[in-house]
C-alpha cells in the first residue's frame, strides 16, 4: 500500500474484515442441507435474547461496582476511577484480570470484598442462571425448531424445482425405479412405489406376521375370503376368553382344595376325641 493510502488504511481494513464477516455469514444457509445443522441454527437464533439479557445484566454490574470502588476511601491504581474500575470489573469478568494484581489488593480490604462480591454475581451466579435458561430454552424448542428446519428444506427444494431441467429430473425419477415392486423379505414380493431400505434381520424379529396376503383376482365382484379369525373373533378375544376359563378353572381347583383340608381336619379333630374318651373310660374302669 503506498503512502498516499495511509489514511485510509484503518477505514479499508475495517470494511475487508466486515465484509469477510457478511460472506461467512451468508454460508450458513448451507445449514438447510442438513436438518439437524439447521435446527441448531435456528435454536441458536431464539436463545440469543438470553444471551443479551445476561451480557446486559453484567455491564449493569460492571458499571454498579466500578461507581462503588471509585466512592471508596482506599485507591488503589486499578480502582482510581469510574472507568479504570469499569475496566478492572470487565476483565475480572472474562479472566483476563492479571493475578498478581490480586495480591495488591490485600491492604485494600474494602476493594477486594467488592471483586469478591463481583466475581460471585457474575463469574458463578449469573454464568449459571445462563446455562440454566439455555437448556430450558434448547429443551422447549428442539422438536419445534425440527419441524421447521423440515419445512425449510422442502420450502428450499419446491423453489430450486422449477429451475431443474425436464429431462435430468425424469432420470432421477428413473433412477428411483418406483414402478418396480420391491420385496419386504427374500422372494416375498411387496408393493410398487416404494424406496427399499435394507436392515439387519434380527433387529425387529416378529412373531406373528402382520401383512395378511389373499390369492385371485381383484375384481370387486369376487370379493376375498372372509378370514378365519375374523369370523369366530379376533385373536385377542380368543386369548381373553381362554384366560377367562383358566381363572375360573384355577377358582374351582382351589375351592375343592379348601374344602378337602376342612374335612380332613375335621375328621382328624373327631378321631383324636374318641381316642381321648376311650382312655377316660379305660381309666376309671381300673
Not at 424445482?161 to 425424469?170: E, K, N, T, Y
Not at 412405489?193 to 434381520?201: A, F, S
Not at 425387529?204 to 376375498?224: E, L, V
Request: a neutral charge; aromatic letters at 10%; charged letters at 20%.
Amino acid at each position: 500500500m503506498g503512502p498516499a493510502a495511509r489514511d485510509v488504511r484503518d477505514v479499508y481494513a475495517f470494511l475487508s474484515m466486515l465484509a469477510m464477516f457478511c460472506y461467512f455469514a451468508l454460508l450458513v444457509d448451507f445449514s438447510a442441507l442438513f436438518v439437524r445443522c439447521s435446527a441448531f441454527v435456528m435454536i441458536s437464533g431464539q436463545v440469543l435474547p438470553e444471551l443479551v439479557l445476561m451480557l446486559g445484566a453484567v455491564f449493569y454490574l460492571i458499571l454498579v461496582f466500578g461507581c462503588a470502588t471509585s466512592a471508596s476511601s482506599e485507591k488503589s491504581s486499578d480502582f482510581s476511577n469510574i472507568a479504570q474500575s469499569a475496566l478492572s470489573f470487565f476483565q475480572i469478568s472474562i479472566g483476563m484480570y492479571p493475578a498478581e494484581n490480586f495480591h495488591s489488593l490485600k491492604e485494600s480490604r474494602w476493594i477486594m470484598v467488592m471483586c469478591v462480591g463481583f466475581t460471585v454475581l457474575v463469574v458463578i451466579f449469573l454464568s449459571n442462571v445462563l446455562i440454566a435458561q439455555i437448556i430450558g430454552a434448547y429443551s422447549s424448542l428442539y422438536d419445534r425448531m425440527l419441524g421447521l428446519a423440515r419445512l425449510n428444506r422442502m420450502a428450499i427444494i419446491c423453489d430450486s424445482m422449477p429451475a431443474v431441467r425436464r429431462s435430468r429430473f425424469r432420470r432421477f425419477v428413473e433412477a428411483l425405479r418406483l414402478d418396480e415392486r420391491m420385496e419386504f423379505g427374500e422372494g416375498d414380493v411387496g408393493l410398487p412405489g416404494c424406496i427399499q431400505i435394507l436392515e439387519p434381520g434380527n433387529l425387529n424379529p416378529t412373531n406373528q406376521d402382520a401383512i395378511m396376503r389373499f390369492g385371485g383376482s381383484t375384481s370387486p365382484k369376487m370379493p376375498w375370503p372372509e378370514d378365519e379369525e375374523d369370523a369366530s373373533g379376533s385373536l385377542a378375544e380368543r386369548l381373553d376368553n381362554l384366560t377367562k376359563i383358566w381363572k375360573k378353572a384355577m377358582r374351582r381347583i382351589e375351592k375343592k382344595r379348601d374344602k378337602g383340608g376342612r374335612r380332613d381336619g375335621s375328621s382328624s379333630v373327631s378321631e383324636s376325641r374318641s381316642r381321648s374318651s376311650s382312655s377316660v373310660n379305660s381309666d376309671s374302669s381300673q
